[in-house]
């Protein structure tokens, strides 16, 4: 059976990257998605490999994405590799834009929606401790921090705002159901 690709969204810092990375690591039919970013790759918060503008847009022409987006004034794309996962059965998480949502939905045949949120001080205080932005972009970043999903997309929503076990169990129960014996 072909694999699924979750998409996990949500603000900036709402804990994305740790949940899938804790979730990946309790559950091994979870793989993670390494995205490609035009961001300097010593850049501290996840797991990614950084490019140049230049880079990008020549593997963005050779097909090199299965998809890619603008966000924050850099490029993002997921490599096409990840669909040799999907082939194999395995369970892919993305760290994704709520903006390319509906062009993943259409990329993919098996495809879930995980969206995390947490509390406006709990992003405020995460985003300051990462020390990637400046205070004016954290608060950009916050005013966006309640924007919805496009419409057509289904998520099953989750509050990242305490423990993170708490989260992971929380999601792996919703992703794969402990089917009542009878």
Same mark, same amino acid.
């Given at each position: 059976m072909m694999g699924r690709f979750i998409a996990v969204v949500g603000p900036s810092g709402v804990g994305k990257d740790s949940v899938m990375q804790a979730m990946a690591a309790r559950d091994k039919r %979870?793989?993670?998605? @390494?995205?490609?970013? +035009?961001?300097?790759?010593? *850049?501290?918060?996840?797991?990614?490999? #950084?490019?140049? %503008?230049?880079?990008? @847009?020549?593997?963005? +022409?050779?097909?090199?994405? *299965?998809?890619?987006?603008?966000?924050? #004034?850099l490029h993002y794309a997921i490599p096409t590799t990840v669909k040799a996962h999907l082939e194999e059965g395995r369970d892919v998480l993305a760290n994704l834009s709520r903006a390319v949502l509906i062009s993943a939905k259409a990329s993919f045949a098996r495809f879930d929606v995980i969206n995390l949120t947490a509390d406006h001080d709990v992003l405020a205080t995460r985003l300051a401790a990462r020390g990637r932005e400046s205070s004016m972009q954290i608060a950009k970043r916050l005013e966006r921090a309640t924007a919805r999903l496009p419409v057509g997309i289904e998520a099953r929503n989750f509050d990242n705002s305490g423990p993170l076990e708490q989260t992971v169990q929380a999601v792996l129960g919703q992703l794969y159901p402990i089917k009542a014996q009878g």
């Open positions: %979870l793989i993670l998605a @390494r995205r490609v970013i +035009t961001r300097p790759s010593d *850049a501290v918060g996840e797991d990614f490999d #950084g490019i140049t %503008l230049a880079e990008f @847009r020549s593997l963005e +022409t050779t097909g090199a994405f *299965a998809l890619n987006w603008e966000a924050h #004034g």
